[in-house]
């Protein structure tokens, strides 16, 4: 019975045909929704792909490769000189370390055949003065201090040799210059320098004997000597 008055009902509507418009608007509604299925469908692959699949310009790859390469050129350059300018300080801290250590060589060298000579000089001095008879006398400090020169000499040879003990330690541009003295005029005897204990040594060869003169004295004088004392004297001795 309700199926029957429910089909009654529905064929007693009358039929309205829709606008125009509507049909229109429905049919596209339907057609964006079947189109978003469709992609839905397909994921982000689809469209990666249509993408990746886009023609690549004749000179990209081209461009891409020119631009690379100038990079590594340009890299390239600032790598070679920064490892030039790094050889090239090591080859002269290399070159200046070898010169230094040259240097120090020479001048222990010169330094020991200084000193050689100078034990040469003395030992000879010494066996002249054993071989003949000699001369001695101490030249005291003038102002009371332990500076001293023991002097022997040789009257056959006038061979002298003046051994300084005590003496103030000197700069390195002051040295000790040796006097004799005789009617006022003072003659240079040589120059010597003493050690961090204040002695020192020097021989002198004269013409005539040492007590043709009147005195002897020995004071501080710049490197390389003076024409006169400079200074009082830190011995002095009168015959």
Not at 14 to 21: D, K, M, N, Q, R
Not at 118 to 124: A, F, R, S
Not at 227 to 232: H, S
Request: charged residues 15%.
């Amino acid at each position: 019975q309700y199926q029957a008055i429910s089909d009654q009902l529905l064929h007693s509507v009358p039929v309205v045909e829709p606008p125009a418009a509507l049909a229109q608007q429905l049919a596209a509604t339907l057609e964006a929704d079947a189109s978003r299925a469709t992609d839905h469908g397909h994921g982000g692959i689809g469209r990666s792909i249509s993408s990746a699949s886009s023609p690549i310009p004749p000179n990209a790859t081209r461009r891409t490769w020119a631009l690379g390469a100038r990079r590594f050129v340009k890299r390239s350059k600032f790598q070679i000189a920064a490892a030039a300018i790094l050889a090239l300080l090591v080859l002269t801290n290399i070159l200046s370390f070898t010169q230094i250590r040259s240097l120090q060589t020479m001048q222990t060298r010169l330094w020991q055949q200084i000193s050689s000579e100078q034990v040469t000089q003395q030992n000879m001095v010494q066996v002249i003065l054993a071989t003949y008879d000699t001369s001695s006398f101490e030249v005291a400090a003038q102002d009371g201090s332990t500076a001293h020169a023991y002097v022997e000499w040789c009257p056959q040879t006038y061979t002298v040799l003046v051994e300084a003990g005590d003496f103030p330690v000197l700069s390195p541009d002051m040295t000790y210059q040796l006097w004799l003295i005789r009617d006022g005029q003072r003659t240079s005897g040589g120059l010597f320098t003493v050690n961090s204990w204040g002695n020192g040594s020097l021989v002198m060869q004269l013409n005539e004997p040492l007590d043709d003169y009147d005195a002897i004295g020995i004071t501080p004088e710049p490197a390389g000597g003076s024409n006169g004392p400079t200074a009082p004297p830190v011995v002095r001795k009168e015959f």
